[in-house]
């Protein structure tokens, strides 16, 4: 059985690196198979696709237009983990962020985080 | 914005039959699967239907997805209170190279 396991801190100054990591269990971040995903979720209630991280022949990324000069997504092979750095953090970032998991040959995002509520206030 | 549109709110009695209606273009729903999702209160979002018309084990039959050209469906037959939630439709857009969420249907079971 796949796990997501989120954590991070849930207040973020303004201006200041949004850093959220996903322990992963049950899978592999290094999966041929599988494709890592960063999703949130405003206020108002939308979800909002950030970005991927997968490996195939190497490591790809691939990054939502909204957040694309402003984010990171790193997989840690050693920690079996990955990891989203949003940078340049306003209050309208505040959101519910969660982790994902996607079966690439089905493209569902089958299994996900708990969750994290982080607020961009000073 | 989204770029795939839905109705915000949807509602039914128990027993009845509903649709949810997400409307795209060619860059994203008329060249690729669509998926369907369903937010319980305070929960994650959870896989309801992948591939267009696919579901993942355990989803109940009562839960089909269709397509046709740019738009696509989510039909629940036989309502239950228990399907009282939000209910999100997602593609991959091919103009913006990332994954799309449509806005979103609360669903109200009467």
């Known amino acids: 059985q796949v796990q997501l396991q989120q954590s991070g801190p849930g207040l973020v100054e303004p201006s200041q690196t949004l850093s959220l990591t996903c322990d992963i269990s049950g899978d592999s971040v290094s999966s041929k198979s599988a494709a890592w995903n960063w999703i949130r979720q405003s206020p108002s209630g939308g979800l909002e696709w950030l970005g991927r991280t997968y490996y195939r022949s190497r490591l790809y990324n691939d990054y939502g237009d909204s957040v694309k000069s402003r984010i990171t997504i790193n997989p840690d092979t050693s920690r079996n983990q990955f990891s989203l750095q949003l940078n340049s953090v306003t209050p309208e970032d505040t959101a519910i962020y969660y982790c994902a998991r996607e079966i690439t040959a089905i493209g569902s995002l089958d299994y996900w985080g708990q969750g994290t509520l982080v607020t961009v206030s000073s | 914005q989204s770029v795939l549109t839905q109705p915000p709110s949807a509602s039914g009695t128990p027993g009845q039959r509903v649709t949810i209606s997400c409307s795209g273009s060619?860059?994203?729903?008329?060249?690729?699967?669509v998926y369907w999702y369903q937010q319980l209160p305070g929960t994650a979002p959870k896989p309801l239907i992948y591939r267009n018309n696919q579901r993942p084990s355990g989803v109940p039959d009562r839960f089909s997805g269709s397509k046709s050209g740019t738009s696509a469906s989510l039909a629940i037959s036989g309502l239950r209170s228990e399907d009282e939630a939000d209910y999100y439709c997602a593609v991959w857009d091919d103009s913006l190279s990332s994954r799309v969420f449509g806005g979103g249907t609360k669903l109200t079971v009467l």
């Open positions: 060619s860059s994203n729903i008329g060249n690729n699967f």
